[in-house]
């Protein structure tokens, strides 16, 4: 069985409605779908979002559900020397947790920040997406909203985008010896901002990688 997880339920209805043979279970308030995808079975694991969902929703998955593969996906906002824009699609090469420390400023220098222990999770990339634009990840709890502060997270981890799920997810994931692919679509480019993304921006960037998803039959493989 193949897990997809997404964080919201209007980063999966493409899928969602690709889905055969559809049965709904709710385990601790956390929706899972199972179904299939031409022959593959399939998990579609609606998380919420963050960490602590990602964290529960996963662990949940893995304990009840018979996966062998995961596939985190979604939107990302993208660095702004990343070479991303709007609508690219996005392979993670490692997961980080970027904000766990100190918040001393969101100036772009080395002591705006104080880190504590952090680990980078490798993550699974498949032959059929080795021409994709590919970098580290960053999971974050709060979307980045100033560029100081951009710049500084994406110059200290080489990175490329930042979500709020991943690590967390490929965590568990690792713990369970369960490969995982993170592929996300960039949604917004990580700059000086003061409102969270609208519907519109969120529906357009995850339809890209869906449509991305099921037009890769090899990634079920």
């Known amino acids: 069985m193949i897990a997809l997880f997404f964080a919201?339920?209007?980063e999966c209805e493409i899928i969602?409605?690709?889905?055969?043979?559809?049965s709904t279970f709710v385990l601790k308030k956390v929706?899972?779908?199972?179904?299939?995808?031409q022959k593959h079975e399939i998990l579609l694991c609606i998380s919420g979002i963050g960490k602590i969902n990602a964290s529960?929703?996963?662990?949940?998955?893995?304990?009840?559900?018979?996966?062998n593969k995961a596939i985190i996906s979604g939107i990302a906002?993208?660095?702004?020397?990343?070479?991303?824009?709007?609508?690219?699609?996005?392979?993670?090469?490692k997961e980080i947790e970027a904000d766990q420390g100190l918040l001393i400023s969101c100036e772009s220098s080395e002591n705006s920040f104080l880190f504590m222990d952090y680990q980078e999770i490798p993550l699974y990339i498949p032959d059929s997406l080795?021409?994709?634009?590919?970098?580290?990840?960053?999971?974050?709890?709060?979307?980045?909203?100033n560029l100081k502060r951009a710049n500084f997270l994406e110059k200290k981890f080489s990175a490329i985008c930042e979500n709020?799920?991943?690590?967390a997810i490929a965590k568990v994931a690792q713990l369970y010896n369960v490969s995982v692919?993170?592929?996300?679509?960039?949604?917004?480019?990580?700059?000086?901002?003061?409102?969270?993304?609208?519907?519109?921006?969120?529906?357009?960037?995850?339809?890209i990688v869906q449509k991305f998803i099921l037009e890769n039959p090899l990634l079920f493989e």
């Open 8 to 10: 919201t339920p209007i």
């Open 31 to 37: 929706s899972f779908i199972k179904g299939k995808i």
């Open 56 to 67: 529960i929703a996963s662990i949940l998955a893995f304990e009840h559900f018979p996966i």
């Open 77 to 93: 906002g993208a660095y702004p020397s990343s070479g991303l824009d709007i609508g690219d699609i996005a392979v993670a090469e």
């Open 181 to 207: 692919t993170e592929i996300r679509s960039v949604s917004n480019m990580v700059t000086d901002r003061t409102e969270f993304l609208i519907t519109k921006e969120v529906k357009n960037a995850a339809e």
């Open 164 to 167: 709020m799920e991943g690590a």
């Open 16 to 22: 969602f409605d690709r889905l055969k043979n559809k």
């Open 130 to 145: 080795q021409n994709c634009k590919k970098g580290t990840f960053l999971t974050v709890s709060a979307c980045t909203g």
